[in-house]
Antibody, heavy 126, light 111 residues
């Protein structure tokens, strides 16, 4: 049973960079079946997909965040990471990492999140 | 702003059936992309409830069912129970945004 755990600072100052890591255990991040994703949820609001990465380093980012976003993978550590720069209060949220698996239905490329980390609250405040 | 719209809330008495929708457009559900559903209990991470429109992961009771037609999908819960009280989110892929999208979320209340 794969498990994911987010780690990183819980408080970031405005205009600085938010950095989080997700450590995967119970399975290999290098599995060809999966993408690995970041999702966030502002307090009291809904879910927002941030971006996803394949073990080879191929990434997909939310267009609304792409200019501020770097997602990377370290296969030797079984870990993937998120960096979001120039943060504002609007980036305050619970950040989740998740494993994404492909559903091979009528259209290719529809991935779903079958395992989630517990989430970590990141507050942007001075 | 989410491109998948859900009713903010639905409610039902224990034992009843509730159904709620996830409405998209021609660039996501209407384009044939599949829909997945998540259940989020209070103060917990989301949990996969349904994948590929109508497939339940192991451990999810058959009281939960899903369907998709046209530009919409729906989730039904039969035999409503107190521990079904949660937020439910749909998710799909959008070709215009070239990325994954979540629904606005539906809060299910058991009366």
């Amino acid at each position: 049973q794969v498990q994911l755990q987010e780690s990183g600072p819980g408080l970031v100052k405005p205009s600085e960079t938010l950095s989080l890591a997700c450590t995967v255990s119970g399975g290999s991040i290098s599995s060809s079946d999966n993408y690995w994703g970041w999702i966030r949820q502002p307090p009291g609001k809904g879910l927002e997909w941030i971006g996803s990465i394949y073990y080879s380093g191929t990434t997909y980012e939310n267009p609304s965040l792409k200019s501020r976003l770097i997602i990377s993978v370290e296969t030797s550590k079984n870990q993937f990471s998120l960096k979001l720069n120039s943060v504002t209060a609007a980036d305050t949220a619970v950040y989740y990492c998740a494993r994404q698996r492909e559903f091979r239905g009528a259209r290719a490329g529809t991935y779903y999140c079958d395992s989630w980390g517990q989430g970590t609250l990141v507050t942007v405040s001075s | 702003q989410s491109v998948l719209t859900q009713p903010p809330s639905v409610s039902g008495a224990p034992g009843q059936r509730v159904t709620f929708s996830c409405t998209g457009s021609s660039s996501n559900i209407g384009a044939g992309y599949d829909v997945h559903w998540y259940q989020q209990l209070p103060e917990t991470a989301p949990k996969l409830l349904m994948y590929g429109n109508n497939n339940r992961p192991s451990g999810v009771p058959d009281r939960f069912s899903g369907s998709k037609s046209g530009t919409s999908a729906s989730l039904s819960i039969t035999g409503l129970q107190a521990d079904d009280e949660a937020d439910y989110y749909c998710q799909s892929y959008d070709s215009s945004l070239n990325g994954y999208v979540f629904g606005t979320g539906t809060k299910v209340t058991v009366l």
